[in-house]
């Protein structure tokens, strides 16, 4: 079945034009032995057939919703209510392109400039882009940003309590170009230790808040010192633990980025996911990514905008700062659903709910001999466990006996941290799922 | 006729500055036929005051609702006065672009470069080959 809407007329008049015979001619300065290979594919299969072969392929997975999960590290078990997939994969939303053309465009940049009103407020910032492709693209852009208007500084300073994978982001994001990334080359984060990395050459600190670890720390603190130095603040966050935490506008941050997954976006095996950016109006002209913006017709009635289009690099080209013209359009809205559905005091429910949950199973597993929870710091909904046994086997005896889905084996990331496991908690653990982990590590000594 | 309009007595360069030279100073600005081409002006990147230039670098960046473009220096020198205005009413560029809507003033630091550009017969027709 052919899906080109050319018909054979059409075809043979544009060849005419272009002056050739065959569609193969216009291949002609591609070599004879590259131009048409033999491409060695196996028959095609029927779509039932297809169906199965790909229905075998997924039953590998083991779907989240069939475990007790007690595992996050920047990805969470977060229920997603039903009218997000509901509405999200109506036609209208799901194929609907880039909003260029706003005459026929309002219901997306509605949406969108809805998003970035919810972002702004939910971290008590200025400004919001429509999101960028997760939270570690979103932490880049602010390094980016911070670099751009700190006249010639090159240092970042970064917290090793930043998600590590995002920390490595940055770095590939950064190389070559002269940047020197500093603090995060230890296991613990101390806001003494971060100040003292700070100099008059530092562009921007960049903190987590709960950090990696689930810690709260001093942002204030922080904040204070860094821009004594007259360097930027980006707090790096989650937004469920916001729907509790004083947020990182009122400390003083200039940028607060973070991953948005857990606004009603399934762990689908490691995305899409949603980057928020939000910062202060005075940076909006440095801002990375799409920003909807609400204006007057000719006619006087209000509609939406993609506006300040001239940050982008399309329009700025190698001025731009940054090369990124897109958002995260489906996820952004799958968040703001999740944000309208849950409301301030829904939000703030699910984030009691973790906090608590994550508490009674700290209190829990730190009672079991031989296991020891980290109680230095304040945390949110994941905490650090100090296990007798190497996390990996703990986790094959969960996973093998109790199909349960233990935390993070720390030690990769963080060389001192041995036998160390970070565990999180959500609304969605009940107490029976705590209690049966709790019981299965009694196991495990 | 034009769209836009061409002062007497002015310099012009090819990527569309103006220059009026006062003594060892000169007066920098976009011609009228740059902001008509450009269209509502909103936003401007002005030099820091001491910054100097050589002919032809840019110095600052224009935006309009649809483009962003380098302005550039039509002679080499030193900043010694911005137009401060003009970061809240960009708009004054649009409306009155050879006089209100200057940029800089410079000290100029080789007179000589003002020789190599066109006077206003030259970018009259300048601009009218590439309307």
Avoid at chain 1, 266 to 279: C, D, R, S, V, W
Avoid at chain 2, 80 to 96: F, G, H, R, Y
Wanted: hydrophobic letters at 40%; a negative charge; one cysteine or more.
């Amino acid at each position: 079945m052919s899906y080109t809407p050319h018909t054979e007329q059409d075809v043979a008049s544009m060849l005419k034009i272009i002056g050739v015979k065959t569609v193969d001619d216009l291949f002609v300065d591609v070599p004879t032995k590259h131009r048409f290979p033999k491409l060695e594919l196996p028959e095609a299969l029927t779509q039932m057939e297809t169906m199965w072969e790909l229905e075998d392929l997924s039953s590998e997975n083991l779907p989240a919703g069939k475990t007790a999960m007690f595992l996050g590290a920047g990805a969470y078990n977060h229920y997603s209510p039903s009218i997000v997939n509901h509405l999200i994969l109506r036609g209208e939303f799901l194929t609907a392109y880039t909003p260029y053309q706003p005459e026929i465009s309002q219901g997306t940049l509605q949406a969108m400039f809805e998003y970035q009103s919810m972002i702004c407020a939910l971290t008590a910032m200025e400004v919001a882009n429509a999101s960028h492709y997760d939270g570690a693209t979103s932490l880049a852009e602010a390094v980016i940003l911070a670099l751009n208007t700190t006249s010639g500084r090159k240092k970042i300073v970064m917290c090793p309590g930043v998600h590590p994978e995002y920390r490595a982001v940055v770095r590939t994001y950064t190389q070559g170009m002269g940047v020197t990334i500093s603090g995060d080359d230890m296991d613990t984060a101390d806001p003494d230790t971060l100040i003292s990395h700070m100099d008059d050459q530092t562009a921007m600190v960049a903190i987590q808040y709960p950090n990696f670890l689930g810690q709260i720390m001093d942002v204030a603190k922080v904040v204070r010192a860094a821009h004594e130095k007259g360097a930027l603040v980006c707090v790096v966050t989650l937004p469920v633990p916001l729907g509790m935490l004083k947020p990182p506008g009122l400390f003083g941050a200039d940028i607060v980025v973070g991953e948005a997954q857990g606004l009603g976006i399934q762990l689908g095996y490691g995305g899409p996911y949603l980057g928020f950016f939000a910062t202060r109006e005075k940076f909006v002209r440095k801002m990375a990514g799409r920003l909807i913006g609400q204006t007057k017709d000719v006619h006087g009635e209000e509609g939406f905008v993609l506006t300040l289009a001239t940050r982008e690099q399309h329009i700025r080209r190698e001025k731009a700062t940054s090369n990124i013209c897109t958002n995260q359009g489906l996820m952004a809205l799958a968040a703001t659903i999740y944000l309208c559905a849950m409301g301030k005091h829904g939000l703030k429910r699910v984030a009691e709910l973790c906090y608590h949950k994550a508490h009674y199973a700290a209190d829990q597993i730190d009672a079991v001999k031989g296991f020891s929870v980290d109680r230095s710091k304040p945390f949110f909904m994941e905490f650090v466990v100090q296990c007798p046994r190497p996390v990996s086997e703990i986790n094959q005896y969960l996973m093998d006996m109790y199909g349960i889905v233990g935390g993070l084996d720390l030690a990769p990331f963080y060389s001192s941290r041995k036998n160390q496991m970070l565990v999180a908690v959500t609304e969605m653990n009940t107490r029976e799922e705590i209690d049966a982990l709790v019981d299965a590590l009694k196991e495990v000594v | 006729m034009s769209n836009w309009t061409i002062a007497d007595g002015y310099k012009y360069a090819k990527s569309d500055e103006w220059i009026k030279q006062e003594g060892g100073e000169a007066l920098i600005g976009i011609s009228d036929y740059a902001q008509n081409q450009l269209s509502d002006l909103v936003f401007i990147e002005l030099p820091k005051v001491g910054a100097s230039y050589s002919a032809g670098q840019a110095f600052g960046v224009v935006e309009s609702v649809k483009a962003a473009a380098d302005v550039n220096m039509p002679a080499s020198g030193e900043v010694i006065a911005v137009n401060a205005e003009l970061e809240s009413s960009p708009e004054t560029m649009n409306q009155d672009a050879y006089g209100k809507g200057w940029i800089i003033r410079i000290k100029l630091s080789n007179p000589a470069d003002l020789d190599a550009l066109m006077d206003a017969a030259a970018y009259t027709a300048y601009c009218n080959e590439r309307a």
